[in-house]
């Protein structure tokens, strides 16, 4: 079926079933509480302190955990319920927001509690990636794979879209409404994890070693395209932490409001949403012309399968 045979309700295929559509709006709400969190403590750091240094800390103390835990969340992905990695983490992140809440509540003197918060915050969220993009190929079958990528793409831009907004504009009324919803949020995403039925997912018994360790680096080295692709999206990363300094400047502007940070953080986000929707349309009739490959089910590219089936691409045991 080409794509301009394509009837509207296969666009919206992989929603006909219940476990992605519970996924899919669980992606979106812990997304679009984290963007929540982002933007209110980065708002509330630098009114404590009016030193930029700090919201670049703000940046690492989120980011240092997925790097230093790089070799051990895909594992555990690999070997637990992927749910349940889900499920805690998405606990654990609403457990942060309700601590930056009492933190703000009882006045705050210096910004090292906040910080040691949202280094756990950032835990959390490093077991939470690896877990959430194994688990939804599990939860199509394989016809309807594409279409969820695409979905599960949409979830994440919308969410970057509108969270920074609405994060600014919560924490004009007060830090503490920003930080409460953030946690409503999260909470309800965990439910909704949780009401998943338990996929079929074969997990990895065997002994870790130091080359299943590795094993998705060498697969990427091996893949020169996978490998320009993500070196491209490591320099992009890179440069827009510039963006973390917004507070600053819109704070020095004689017309700032909390508003005003967030709209910024989100002015490019329309154009890379758009971008992404017709990567994605694209995506969908590329995979559609294959049939995943025996090493690794899910795999929905025509290259050679990964050495295993890693959850950092999404396989489907």
């Given at each position: 079926?080409?794509?301009?045979?394509?009837?509207?309700?296969?666009?919206?295929?992989?929603?006909?079933?219940?476990?992605?559509?519970?996924?899919?709006?669980?992606?979106?709400?812990?997304?679009?509480?984290?963007?929540?969190?982002?933007?209110?403590?980065?708002?509330?750091?630098?009114?404590?302190?009016?030193?930029?240094?700090?919201?670049?800390?703000?940046?690492?103390?989120?980011?240092?955990?997925?790097?230093?835990?790089?070799?051990?969340?895909?594992?555990?992905?690999?070997?637990?319920?992927?749910?349940?990695?889900?499920?805690?983490?998405?606990?654990?992140?609403?457990?942060?927001?309700?601590?930056?809440?009492?933190?703000?509540?009882?006045?705050l003197a210096g910004?090292?509690?906040?910080?040691?918060?949202?280094?756990?915050?950032?835990?959390?969220?490093?077991?939470?990636?690896?877990?959430?993009?194994?688990?939804?190929?599990?939860?199509?079958?394989?016809?309807?794979?594409?279409?969820?990528?695409?979905?599960?793409?949409?979830?994440?831009?919308?969410?970057?879209?509108?969270?920074?907004?609405?994060?600014?504009?919560?924490?004009?009324?007060?830090?503490?409404?920003?930080?409460?919803?953030?946690?409503?949020?999260?909470?309800?995403a965990a439910l909704l994890v949780f009401t998943i039925p338990k996929p079929a997912q074969q997990t990895a018994t065997d002994k870790p070693t130091m080359e299943t360790l590795f094993a998705g680096f060498r697969y990427i080295w091996s893949e020169k395209i996978v490998l320009g692709a993500i070196s491209l999206d490591l320099f992009a990363v890179l440069l827009s932490g510039a963006s973390a300094c917004c507070a600053r400047h819109r704070a020095s502007a004689p017309s700032a409001s909390q508003s005003g940070w967030p709209a910024t953080r989100s002015a490019t986000m329309p154009a890379r949403s758009c971008w992404a929707s017709s990567v994605c349309s694209a995506l969908s009739r590329f995979c559609s012309a294959f049939q995943p490959s025996p090493g690794c089910q899910s795999w929905p590219l025509p290259c050679s399968a990964p050495p295993t089936c890693s959850a950092s691409i999404s396989a489907r045991r």
């Open positions: 079926m080409t794509a301009e045979q394509t009837s509207p309700d296969q666009r919206y295929a992989a929603f006909r079933h219940r476990p992605f559509l519970s996924y899919w709006a669980a992606r979106f709400l812990t997304t679009f509480a984290t963007m929540i969190v982002s933007v209110a403590v980065g708002w509330q750091v630098y009114d404590l302190t009016r030193d930029p240094f700090d919201l670049g800390i703000v940046g690492i103390v989120q980011f240092l955990p997925s790097l230093l835990l790089v070799l051990v969340t895909g594992v555990v992905a690999d070997r637990f319920g992927r749910r349940l990695i889900m499920t805690l983490s998405s606990l654990i992140e609403a457990g942060c927001a309700v601590a930056l809440l009492l933190l703000t509540l009882r006045g910004p090292l509690p906040i910080f040691v918060v949202l280094a756990m915050f950032g835990i959390a969220r490093a077991f939470y990636g690896p877990a959430s993009s194994s688990l939804f190929a599990n939860l199509v079958p394989p016809e309807d794979f594409a279409n969820a990528i695409a979905w599960n793409s949409s979830a994440w831009q919308t969410a970057t879209i509108v969270g920074p907004v609405a994060g600014g504009l919560l924490y004009g009324l007060s830090a503490g409404t920003a930080y409460i919803t953030a946690a409503v949020l999260m909470l309800v």
